[in-house]
């Protein structure tokens, strides 16, 4: 064959591809436009005849936040500056008054749970207040990331928020300094004299108690560090772990902090509409396998109902509280290009070990206990009392000091030292108030301690492990 016609052969074929691609994309480009017709229409509207001239940045932010917001409450779109910001608190540090803020349904903006240790937490704010006003501002139709922005700032400079509490007829202001916050996510039950934190709750039984607050970046090594420490030198027999009030965190660490309690087999399985992931045990750097209680209520999620779920369903620990909250799907950040920011985007749900869903059902305690309205201020209150106090006295809660009478101590015995614990409503404790500092035994909390004095019950003492 001549090669001219090998030629003209060659671009004939060509021709036919391009011919059989170009209705494609100009079908996909057509539907597209179809699609976001009215986006562009409303675009052209505002830059006309709006009565002032818009800024282009504000107008594509709004519309991203918009198109997100119609999803769930969860996907978020982040700028260049609110993603290094986000990121900065994954890593356990940030500026700002230490409260991460949500969107209710038909409630507005809601503080779903301050840091505890953190500006807001110290001043009073608490998980469930209502955010009715910044600075002043009406936040009734605000969004998430404007409150978020109003409320930042510089450090040392103060942010007011008018709230509005259940138990409180009138709204009422707050005023808060903001600082740089370093979140400890592992705490225990009490302030020793020394103003070192006490994870021994129970000494006669030697069993320990820690709370975590949230799953960041370092938890699981502060998780380690505590428990290492409560099992060479303490020889505890039993733990409690308290996931109340914790809204969650990284799935890498809490699936890390999972694996150190269960030896073998699935932690949690991700479903998205085109992926599964399964996640297993590692194996690797166990605790002992002594006994669990793991404590939940209302304010328990994600990544916080990871770990109870997966703790429970492989016979591991006894859950007692409340059903958690149901905030089980998954966000990934996804990078624009040009440095343009990221996407919060939820891409799959979260399965227990028993296939259970997580979100919208949360996860059942196995012994359920309610606190009542009243019992949940008094904890939370002894909560402020032991995570916000200084070294300074004259800066510490005001508390009431509980001493054991003298007549009943047996003889040649050593008097135990006073304890606090927090008045509830009282403002700040004299120069003179006693250096340990206690949370109160609330009654989800006196049951776990009394499951665990039951399971040790039929050990001998001496056996830390099974």
Not at 77 to 101: P, S
Not at 197 to 202: C, G, M, S, V
Not at 262 to 268: A, E, F, L, R, T
Not at 346 to 371: F, K, W
Request: charged share 25%.
């Amino acid at each position: 064959m001549p090669k001219r016609n090998i030629v003209w052969i060659m671009v004939l074929a060509v021709i036919a591809v391009l011919l059989w691609k170009v209705p494609e994309t100009l079908i996909r480009r057509d539907t597209l436009y179809k699609d976001f017709s009215p986006l562009l229409d409303v675009l052209f509207q505002v830059r006309k005849n709006y009565v002032e001239e818009p800024k282009s940045e504000v107008l594509l932010h709004g519309a991203i936040d918009g198109m997100l917001g119609r999803l769930d409450p969860y996907s978020q779109y982040f700028d260049a500056d609110e993603y290094r910001q986000f990121q900065k608190v994954t890593e356990g540090q940030f500026v700002g008054i230490g409260i991460e803020v949500g969107e209710i349904a038909g409630m507005g903006l809601q503080i779903v749970a301050p840091i505890e240790g953190a500006p807001a937490y110290k001043a009073g704010l608490r998980a469930g207040d209502r955010i009715l006003k910044i600075d002043g501002k009406p936040a009734a139709n605000m969004k998430v990331t404007d409150a978020v922005e109003l409320i930042q700032g510089k450090p040392g400079t103060s942010v007011t928020l008018t709230i509005s509490r259940q138990d409180r007829e009138e709204p009422f202001d707050v005023t808060v300094t903001r600082g740089l916050i370093t979140v400890r996510t592992v705490r225990g039950w009490a302030r020793s004299s020394d103003w070192e934190w006490d994870y021994l709750i129970d000494p006669e039984d030697r069993i320990g108690y820690v709370r975590i607050s949230s799953f960041e970046k370092f938890t699981g090594e502060q998780l380690d560090e505590v428990l290492r420490e409560l099992l060479a030198k303490e020889r505890i027999r039993g733990l409690i772990i308290d996931l109340r009030d914790n809204p969650g965190g990284l799935l890498d660490v809490v699936v890390d902090i999972a694996s150190r309690f269960i030896p073998s087999g699935v932690i949690v399985t991700t479903r998205g509409r085109n992926s599964q992931s399964v996640y297993h045990a590692s194996g690797k750097n166990l605790y002992p396998n002594i006994p669990l209680v793991v404590l939940v209520n209302g304010g328990s999620a994600s990544a916080s109902e990871i770990l109870s779920g997966a703790l429970r369903d492989h016979g591991r620990a006894v859950l007692i509280g409340e059903q958690t909250f149901g905030k089980g799907s998954v966000q990934e950040m996804k990078e624009l290009k040009d440095n343009r920011g990221a996407v919060k985007l939820t891409t799959a749900y979260y399965y227990l070990p028993n296939g259970e869903r997580i979100h919208g059902r949360g996860v059942a305690p196995d012994r359920r206990v309610s606190l009542t309205a009243q019992e949940r201020t008094e904890m939370i209150e002894s909560h402020i009392a032991v995570y916000s106090t200084k070294h300074a006295p004259e800066s510490r809660p005001h508390v009431v000091t509980t001493e054991p009478a003298a007549a009943s101590q047996p003889a040649g015995t050593t008097q135990p030292a006073p304890t606090t614990r927090l008045a509830p409503g009282a403002a700040t404790a004299p120069a003179s108030a006693p250096s340990r500092v206690e949370v109160v035994i609330d009654r989800q909390l006196r049951e776990a301690l009394q499951v665990l004095k039951g399971q040790l019950a039929t050990r001998p003492a001496g056996v830390a492990a099974g």
